[in-house]
């Protein structure tokens, strides 16, 4: 399944969008974790860190009003977790959900 595919998910089987609904919120939920450009590759193609925020943009595709991360740093080089927690506090501030976040790194 491509990453497209992966975000496309849960909005084929959990909502009523049409398909141009859908490949519109796909596009905006990449954009918001800035990875534009990953729709048609696989995610064996992508970094660790790349996984992360595809995987951060299939939970939001459902526009959630929480965000459960179960230590969504783990496995990552310093650089790219903070990468990630300043997308999980820009993305709770853009989106008007709230997060909660488990984890062991207390930065």
Do not use: W
Not at 32 to 52: A, I, Q, T, Y
Not at 62 to 68: D, G, H, M, S, V
Request: glycine share 4%; aromatic share 6%.
């Amino acid at each position: 399944m491509t990453t497209f595919g992966n975000i496309a998910f849960p909005l084929r089987y959990f909502s009523s969008m049409t398909e141009a609904e859908i490949d519109a919120r796909v596009h905006e939920c990449l954009d918001l974790v800035r990875l534009s450009d990953v729709g048609p590759k696989k995610p064996s193609e992508l970094s660790g860190g790349m996984r992360k925020r595809v995987a951060l943009a299939r939970a939001i595709a459902l526009e959630p009003q929480y965000i459960l991360y179960d230590e969504p740093t783990s496995g990552l080089d310093p650089e790219t977790s903070n990468t990630i927690n300043e997308l999980i506090n820009r993305l709770a501030e853009e989106l008007n959900v709230t997060s909660v976040v488990i984890t062991h790194d207390m930065h």
